[in-house]
């Protein structure tokens, strides 16, 4: 890990050495354990594309969100569990890579992999070594410290990066940490340092910066203020993805769901503040997207297409 004695890859700063067996806040050591990859449709339009993004996702994660739908990968953070997930080599990591390409994938699509940065871009190095070409998405929670993000920028074609709020007592409820809402705009200044333009391209492939926003139930407020703050600092070099699908995982708390005239205002806002680039989701007719990570393609049906490479991997693992 870059012969760091603490890993410093995501703002924790966990006083621990991952290098070493011992486990960081996300969970993990320094050994890559991937959950699940395969083609998925359900990402953004020009992210999809064709086939399918290429996704891989990692286990483990820093931030400790409330109610992840990705509860079973990311660990929650709770004392003794251990995240679905597979140990893979920097070698099988790199293979995945390449069949993904071999399988018609429109991008490498990396999910949630700021504690294995230093092994991805080894992967990433070998696998173009060998004729991978496909653009590299760095699909984050924003949670990530610019130690990290240094490693890893070179490599990126198109951030999909969340802005979940910029108000503490919203991140400390929603995302297991005040400290995120304090994180995300350096985060954002980091990646905003070299002017990158946001387009779709030619083949239809959106490159550059996408800022997804979710919706937390009764917090419009904070919404409108991360709104505002992207039409002010961020509407230039970036498109924005708005999302209202909230839903608890295990079903077992209970949200009001987001009204229309919420929806509707919200829709004005964007309008007034003249954000014109990006995706918004429709209410209302939304996927449960709570993935089953235990299942060999845990997304809905006609979303998916697992990565046969892996499910040999996963089974050859026990």
Not at 95 to 117: P, R, S, W
Not at 212 to 230: C, K, N, Q, W
Not at 277 to 298: A, H, R, Y
Request: aromatic share 10%.
């Amino acid at each position: 890990m870059n012969a760091y004695s603490q890993c410093r890859l995501c703002p924790n700063y966990c006083a621990v050495d991952r290098r070493r067996g011992c486990i960081g806040r996300c969970g993990e050591t320094d050994t890559v354990r991937v959950a699940w990859s395969g083609l998925h449709r359900g990402e953004e339009p020009p992210v999809t594309g064709e086939h399918g993004s290429g996704m891989i996702f990692f286990s483990g994660c820093p931030l400790h969100c409330a109610y992840c739908q990705n509860h079973q990968i990311s660990g929650e953070g709770e004392a003794g569990t251990k995240a679905v997930g597979i140990e893979v080599s920097v070698a099988e990591l790199s293979m995945i890579m390449l069949e993904l390409q071999e399988l018609g994938a429109t991008n490498l699509n990396l999910v949630t992999g700021t504690h294995f940065i230093p092994s991805i871009v080894a992967a990433l190095e070998l696998a173009k070594s060998q004729g991978f070409s496909l653009d590299v998405v760095w699909n984050s929670s924003g949670f990530e410290s610019s130690e990290g993000l240094s490693l890893i920028d070179p490599y990126i074609d198109l951030y999909l990066i969340d802005v979940k709020t910029l108000r503490e007592d919203v991140s400390a409820e929603f995302c297991g940490l005040a400290l995120y809402a304090r994180i995300i705009r350096s985060v954002m200044k980091y990646i905003l340092r070299n002017q990158r333009t946001t387009y779709v391209d030619d083949e239809g492939h959106l490159k550059g910066i996408l800022v997804r926003h979710l919706v937390f139930p009764g917090t419009i407020d904070a919404s409108m203020e991360v709104l505002r703050y992207f039409a002010r600092e961020l509407k230039s070099l970036c498109y924005l993805s708005l999302m209202v699908q909230f839903e608890p995982p295990k079903g077992d708390v209970r949200f009001p769901a987001i009204r229309e005239e919420e929806y509707d205002k919200l829709l004005l806002v964007l309008e007034e503040l003249e954000i014109e680039n990006g995706f918004v989701q429709e209410l209302g007719k939304n996927v449960s997207w709570i993935p089953d990570f235990t299942q060999e393609n845990p997304f809905p049906e006609g979303y998916a297409t697992p990565l046969p490479y892996f499910i040999s991997l996963a089974k050859r693992s026990g």
